[in-house]
Every structure is written in C-alpha cells, then in structure tokens.
C-alpha cells in the first residue's frame, strides 16, 4: 500500500504543500487501493474517477502557482450514496433508485467541492440508511477490514469500512439512530454526529426528517473536526438548518481538560456489556482521570424507552418520506402492470428489500387512524422527556461517556433472522439523536479477537468544540488510534 495513505488528512495536507506529492498522484493511490480491495471489502457502489481527478488538478494547479489552499484541499474522500452529486448514482443501496443519476448536488457537496476535496466514490450502505450491520444493501453486503467475516456496523457501513482500510482518508456518513458512530465503533476509526441542524439536509435522501444529521469519519479526532467545519454551516435550502457561525474546531482540541466533569451514563454501563468492553470503559474512566477530569455518575430514566420511541417515530417519518418512490416521477417502474394501482403496489414490492418495507409497514401502522395517539403522540411525548434526562445530566457534566455499541462487530448473519436482536445494537446510540445532540465514537482498544473497541462521548447541543477537545485529549493519551486494520 501506498505508505501516504496510512497518513491523517493532516499529515497529507502537509506532504501536498511541500510538493512531496501532487494532489493526483495521492488520489491515483486512492483509486489502486480501492480496485486492489474492493471486490473483497464492497464498500463502494460507483466511483466518481473524473469528478475527482479533475478536483486534484485544481489543486496542484493551485500549488504550483503558490496560492493558498482551502481546509482539505486535495484530501481522497467518500460521499456515503444518499448524498447527491450531480452525473453519479445515487441509489440509497435500492434496487428502486439503482439506475437514479443526480441532477443536483447536495449542499455538503457543494461544500466539499469548493473547498477542493476529491470525491471519489459513493460508498455502500444498508438501503435508504435502514440498518446497523449492512447487510441490508440490494447490492453487496459490506465487509469489517478487521475481519471480512464480520460486520462493519451500519447503516454508513461502507463509508466506514473504505476509511477503516485507507481507501479513502475521509468519508461522510449519515446518522439517524448512530449510524455513524456504530460503524467507526466496529471499524476501529473516528465517527461523529454533529448536532442537528450543524450540517444542511439538503441533498440527503431522508429516512428520518426530525432524526438524521450528515456527519463525519476520519482516522483522527483533528481529521473528523476539521470536515466538520468544511461541511458545518447554515443553508437557506433546508428549514431545520442553523443559522450560526461555523466554529474553528479543530482550534480547541489541546485544551487541558483538568477540572472538566466527564460523567458516565449508569444505565450504558450496567449489564449485557461484553466483559471486553466492560474493562475498555473501565480503562477509558482511568484515562480521564489521569488527564485531570472529574468522573461523576449520571443517570438516564428515560434511557431505556429510547429503542421503542425510535421505532415509532423513524418509521413514522420514513413511511412519510418514502412514500415518493412509486415508480411514476423517476427510479425503477415495474414493467409489467396493467393499470395505475398495480403500478405502485409492484414498482414498491419489487424496489424496496425486506428491511425497509418492514419498517414502512410499522410507520404506517403507528400513523393509522386509531392508533397515532396511542403510538406516533406517545413516542413523541416521551421524545421530551428524553431531552430533558439529557438537560438535566448536563447541569451535572460538562460531556458524557458510555460505550458506542455494548459488543464488538458479530459474525455476517448473526442476527439477520432477529430484527429486535439487530435494534438493541443501538441502545447507545438512539437517545442523542432523539435529543439532537452531538454525539462522537474514538477507538478506545480491542476485544480478545482483536476487534475493535469505540467509546462514546456526548455533549450539549452545539458543544462540538468541547466534544472534540474531550475526545483527542483521551485519543493522544492512547494509542488505539495508532492500529490499523491488517487488510
């Protein structure tokens, strides 16, 4: 391999303006590192060569006249395949979008684009984002680089696993229920949800309105801040977008955290965690202590609801969302219907796999007339109080830890046949994104099979600046994220 490749964005940033290498040479790596792996790892569903190399050029074309480089400039990065770029697929890992080519870019990837960041490819994921293995991809399941019989977590499992095995050096994911701290928890690498309403929607394909948030993965808590100040920032296209000034992230990560109140959720810490997991947060609450932090325990009442109010309002909102893909304005249309109706029933029973019709099914229901007070109120009632557990936990902590995920990544198949088995792995993860807080995963060691091992660290809303600095003080008081999958 292409020894740059191991390298943080950083790292390579600094080799590209000494002209050590050129913006094309590193994104050529890129692309020999994808044909070399992918048949094995399937973490890309198309590539995007010209977009990217015509990216590269910009860039070297802006070094060799000594102009001043935008954050990233040059970078090999992943666009996980819900998120629009104009002229490439954008399938959502659907047979019903498979053949579906954006007419438009999303904000982020305009965002990235003018920053001079090369996209090179769409990665895979489970369809429409319904997920935490995938497995649930209409194309090709996507493989863990520690271990190719495993998962790599999902749903943004492919952008996951293409940085995890430095394919890329950065991807983008989106999170609606830790769909991107699941993954960077499996695969060993650094994964962030920003808060929501930081990053624009624009563009995404939704699965969730109220839930999903684009966010970043890198190799390092510095890579991770500073993607999120390329793609942070208010757009008048999406109405749940925030309008403030976008924060220099990556400003604040060496500030000592001597005195910063570190508490640990009690209800992520009890049973059903993996023994190896156990003594991982027991050594993370160690680390923080060492560092001059102050470990307090907080409780989460609420905690414990937040699967079933998941389950509710996700379908809900994705039964809503989805209802677009009938086979009439654009992506597959069954060729064989006689008349209007049988059109929508079939192009949808035929487009959509099993997963996401599952989960249209109980939105419909939860929405249903008779039902919607019982369920969709309820959930959304019980969302509040949620946020509240979280309010109250921050008058008490300045950020808060748990694991990411109570296992390590299982075996493909393992829990493909128990869907309830498949939610609980995001215990940990569901109730930020019902509180739309921010929320990050930093590998924080291995298990007995040497699998990796995520830590999960949460702060308040628009506390990004402080969740990055808690997590790179623990990041450089280690040296997990020094490992790199033997792939």
């Not at 960041?117 to 209409?138: Q, R, T, W, Y």
């Not at 059903?272 to 156990?278: E, F, K, N, R, S």
């Not at 027991?282 to 998941?310: F, M, Q, R, W």
Request: proline share 5%.
């Amino acid at each position: 391999m292409n020894e740059l490749l191991k390298k943080s964005a950083t790292e390579q940033s600094k080799a590209l303006k000494n002209k050590e290498i050129s913006a094309v040479e590193l994104t050529n790596a890129a692309f020999e590192r994808i044909s070399e792996l992918d048949d094995k790892l399937g973490a890309f569903n198309s590539l995007t060569k010209e977009t990217a190399l015509k990216t590269a050029k910009e860039v070297d074309s802006k070094i060799a006249k000594g102009e001043d480089l935008p954050l990233l400039a040059g970078i090999p990065l992943a666009l996980k395949d819900n998120m629009n770029l104009i002229g490439s697929k954008t399938t959502a890992s659907s047979k019903i979008l498979e053949n579906f080519v954006s007419p438009f870019n999303a904000t982020i990837t305009e965002k990235l684009l003018n920053n001079l960041v090369p996209i090179v490819g769409k990665a895979n994921l489970d369809e429409f984002a319904m997920g935490s293995s995938n497995e649930n991809s209409a194309f090709r399941k996507v493989h863990n680089p520690w271990d190719l019989n495993k998962v790599p977590g999902g749903s943004s499992g492919g952008s996951a696993a293409s940085v995890a095995s430095c394919e890329v050096t950065l991807s983008l994911g989106s999170d609606t229920g830790g769909s991107i701290r699941l993954p960077a928890s499996f695969c060993g690498i650094v994964g962030m949800k920003p808060t929501y309403g930081r990053v624009s929607r624009y563009g995404l394909i939704a699965f969730a309105s109220s839930l999903d948030q684009i966010g970043p993965f890198a190799r390092t808590v510095e890579d991770a801040a500073n993607l999120l100040e390329v793609i942070a920032g208010h757009d008048p296209k999406d109405s749940t977008s925030l309008n403030l000034p976008v924060e220099h992230y990556s400003a604040n990560l060496d500030n000592d955290i001597t005195g910063l109140k570190v508490g640990v959720i009690k209800e992520l810490m009890s049973e059903g965690l993996a023994p190896d997991v156990q003594k991982a947060m027991e050594t993370a609450i160690d680390c923080y202590k060492k560092l001059g932090a102050e470990i307090v325990e907080i409780s989460l009442p609420n905690l414990k609801h937040s699967i079933g109010i998941y389950y509710i309002l996700a379908t809900a909102e994705c039964s809503s969302n989805l209802a677009r893909f009938d086979g009439v304005r654009y992506g597959y249309r069954t060729p064989d219907a006689k008349n209007l109706m049988e059109m929508y029933t079939k192009t949808r029973a035929e487009g959509f796999g099993p997963e996401v019709k599952r989960r249209i099914m109980l939105g419909t229901y939860a929405l249903s007339s008779g039902y919607y007070d019982a369920y969709y109120k309820k959930a959304q009632q019980m969302r509040a109080l949620v946020t509240q557990d979280f309010i109250e936990a921050f008058k008490k902590a300045d950020v808060l830890i748990s694991p990411t995920c109570p296992n390590t990544a299982f075996e493909l198949g393992a829990k493909s046949n128990d869907p309830l088995a498949m939610y609980l792995t995001d215990i940990a993860t569901i109730s930020a994104n019902l509180a739309g807080i921010p929320g990050l995963s930093v590998p924080a060691g291995f298990d007995k099979d040497g699998m990796p091992i995520g830590l999960q660290i949460l702060a308040p809303q628009l506390q990004e600046s402080k969740l990055f600095n808690a997590a790179h003080k623990f990041e450089r008081a280690n040296d997990f994220y020094t490992k790199l999958a033997d792939i």
